[in-house]
């Protein structure tokens, strides 16, 4: 099980065991600590989706801010 500050070796959606907060990580990044406790060090399970359940946006534009 992977934790905070390790880095990714399988894409997907996981879960923090400690508050079920969901993030999607791509390969090589590396798993954030949790928001609610950035102390403690986190663990991380990955979780399965159906397909329905992802979206897809769009890749922004070179000129366009990101917030």
């Given at each position: 099980m992977p934790v905070s500050g390790e880095k990714n070796t399988l894409f997907g959606?996981?879960?923090n065991d400690c508050c079920a907060l969901e993030i999607v990580i791509s390969v090589g990044a590396e798993f954030?600590?949790?928001p609610k406790?950035?102390?403690v060090r986190t663990s991380w399970i990955q979780?399965?989706?159906s397909p329905?359940?992802?979206i897809i946006l769009p890749?922004?534009?070179k000129g366009e801010p990101a917030a």
């Open positions: 959606v996981y879960c954030p600590a949790c406790h950035p102390a979780i399965e989706i329905d359940q992802v890749p922004k534009s």
